[in-house]
């Protein structure tokens, strides 16, 4: 059974419908900071499946460890996280918090279970204003954000598990902004309050729920 953390947002809900469609069992957590308990409904109505779910916060180890020995779990997708570029420097020690802290209780629990499977869902903000284009996996690192730097901890702290013990199998996954919905339209990208990416901002403007898209600048090559 595989966990997705933060699998009721917008690439976690992706995923679920992905892999349940493939035949695998999944259970999600997610302690609904920014997403709505009806994608939980949407998935069950996409999938034909009741899906199970716990609404937690990964940051909490007790409730963790609850979901660790109800289910068999063993497999690990991290998506639970805060990702908003701009916020992150307006309140940087949320999500160093966020990010940092809840990847390492995760990493604890799933150590004590003996669950040593992880892919973890990093950014390409980590690279920060690239050198080149397109930016190559091994460009330098210098993340301009809190955000980026948090993502850019969570990979050392991998790492240095990996080396530090036998048994783990880590992957990190360093995507741009995607963009999108399930083809069945059930869901998609569904944010709390004040959309963070530009896709679903655009989709809020064409459906009249906000005014107008800022655009910042007027030279862009586009
Ligand atoms: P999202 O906000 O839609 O999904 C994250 C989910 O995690 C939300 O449902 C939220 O409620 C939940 N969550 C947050 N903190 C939690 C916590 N402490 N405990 C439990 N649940 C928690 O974001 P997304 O677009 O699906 O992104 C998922 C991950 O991928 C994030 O870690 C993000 O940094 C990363 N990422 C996203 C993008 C993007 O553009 N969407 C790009 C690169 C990386």
Not at 46 to 73: C, E, H, M, N, W
Request: net charge negative.
């Amino acid at each position: 059974m595989i966990l997705l953390t933060g699998g009721l947002g917008y690439l976690g809900s992706h995923m679920a419908a992905q892999i349940i469609e493939q035949g695998h069992e999944v259970v999600l957590v997610d302690n609904l900071s920014n997403s709505q308990i009806a994608v939980l409904d949407r998935l069950s109505k996409l999938t034909g499946r009741v899906i199970p779910f716990v609404q937690i916060d990964v940051r909490d180890k007790a409730a963790l460890q609850q979901v660790f020995s109800q289910y068999p779990i063993t497999q690990v997708v991290h998506f639970a996280g805060s990702k908003s570029v701009n916020e992150s420097i307006q309140q940087p020690l949320d999500y160093y918090d966020n990010n940092v802290n809840g990847l390492i209780s995760l990493l604890y629990v799933m150590k004590e279970a003996q669950v040593k499977t992880i892919v973890f869902s990093s950014t390409a903000a980590i690279y920060g204003e690239p050198e080149a284009l397109p930016i190559s996996e091994s460009a330098r690192q210098a993340p301009i954000t809190p955000y980026g730097r948090s993502k850019q901890i969570c990979e050392q702290v991998l790492q240095d598990l990996a080396h530090a013990e036998k048994g783990w199998k880590i992957a990190v996954l360093r995507y741009f902004n995607p963009a999108g919905a399930h083809q069945s339209g059930i869901i998609g990208e569904v944010p709390n309050g004040i959309p963070n990416n530009l896709v679903p901002y655009i989709a809020q403007v064409a459906r009249d729920e906000r005014p107008f898209l800022q655009v910042f600048g007027n030279d862009y090559n586009t």
